[in-house]
């Protein structure tokens, strides 16, 4: 009978066309929408060589190392270096400083100092490299003053040839592209728009809400049994909706998701189940028409999803650091953050954390949904 049952759920549920649309086809278009927008987003933040004028008078010229340093970090046949350097007249630097095509003028006297017309960061990094270069030509300087017997000459070799005693090691096995969360809190938001068949289930086991709630709720059929059953035919098509979701975004897209597919696929069978829990919660709670319920589920998802960083990445950020509460009473936030403890860290104590509690929300609102409905008594079908 549960097999009977189940199939001819499942026959149901595949046939409403308006909840595929919205927990199937409207996530795809969203993604879909997420890509055009974030396409060249990474490419922003590339760092582009930094324009500098240099007045190479007879003060520029006569400096040893003044012209080697620059030599060092300029561009060479446009590869490498940190900026692109113009020697010029003072009267030529300073027409380029007011046309903005430079942002800055390196003077060699009275003593070495940097011309700017407004401040930002090309300026900051001009004025670190010239206080950098200042420190260590003195310090060359005063070496040679105390030991006459080693030359200017002989300690720039030195000086030039610096070490990194620190190395920048990867945390993750795949390159980690900061848009990605935008995508990760898409799935949280697909996840909970599972509510819908939630909502759907507990209105047609309802028989003030539909003719099909008057016939089961005088069928033969524990109330258990056949929410059981709806939530397992539900929990069946939004499980294949989410994986196709997350398949489009990781091969189409390119939209990295970890290599760890078993807990990635475990994270997303969670994420259902808690999204179809809060739909019948939803609808088992509020007692009123669908429309309303419909309206309280889009809203209550629209919300917990901008907290999770689906419309700005930095509201995750701020909710942790301010309101940290929020953030484990928030499902969306709770799926997006295992998706990302998984990127960042595998299968770690704080994505076994998330999903410990996102089994105590699912856990809770089911029961709060059967409660209710298990209550329910009719006069007359």
Not at 43 to 71: G, H, R, S
Not at 156 to 163: A, C, E, G, K, N
Request: with cysteine; glycine share 6%.
């Amino acid at each position: 009978m549960i097999f009977h049952l189940l199939q001819y759920r499942l026959k149901c549920f595949l046939t409403d066309r308006q909840m595929i649309f919205w927990t199937l086809i409207f996530p795809l278009l969203l993604a879909t929408l997420f890509n055009l927008a974030f396409a060249n987003l990474s490419e922003i933040d590339t760092f582009i060589k930094i324009p500098v004028a240099i007045v190479a008078d007879e003060a520029y010229l006569q400096n040893e190392a003044l012209p080697m340093a620059w030599a060092a970090v300029s561009v060479q046949n446009g590869e490498g270096g940190l900026f692109h350097v113009t020697p010029t007249d003072e009267e030529t630097a300073r027409k380029l400083l007011s046309e903005n095509k430079v942002d800055g003028i390196i003077f060699a006297e009275p003593d070495l100092h940097l011309v700017v017309k407004q401040s930002g960061l090309n300026q900051t990094i001009l004025r670190t490299f010239l206080d950098d270069f200042s420190q260590t030509s003195q310090a060359l300087s005063d070496i040679s003053a105390v030991n006459s017997s080693i030359s200017f000459e002989t300690l720039l070799p030195v000086v030039q040839d610096r070490r990194d005693h620190i190395s920048a090691v990867p945390i993750s096995k795949d390159q980690l592209n900061s848009t990605v969360i935008y995508f990760y809190s898409l799935i949280a938001m697909t996840a909970l728009y599972g509510g819908f068949w939630g909502m759907r289930i507990v209105n047609e086991n309802q028989a003030n809400l539909s003719t099909l709630g008057a016939r089961v709720s005088v069928a033969p059929v524990h109330k258990l049994l056949r929410l059981m059953v709806d939530i397992s035919a539900a929990l069946v098509i939004q499980y294949a909706i989410i994986l196709v979701v997350i398949t489009y975004i990781q091969l189409v897209l390119g939209y990295r998701f970890g290599s760890q597919l078993g807990w990635i696929l475990l994270t997303a069978l969670i994420a259902c189940f808690i999204g179809i829990a809060y739909g019948a919660c939803i609808g088992a709670i509020f007692r009123t028409d669908e429309g309303i319920k419909t309206g309280i589920l889009i809203l209550s998802t629209m919300i917990l999803s901008f907290l999770s960083g689906m419309m700005y990445h930095g509201i995750k950020y701020i909710v942790s650091t301010t309101v940290p509460v929020l953030a484990f009473l928030n499902p969306a936030n709770l799926i997006t953050d295992a998706f990302l403890a998984l990127y960042y860290d595998g299968a770690s104590p704080r994505y076994f954390t998330n999903l410990a509690i996102l089994l105590v929300f699912g856990l809770t609102f089911s029961l709060l949904a059967f409660a209710v409905l298990r209550r329910q008594r009719y006069a007359s079908l």
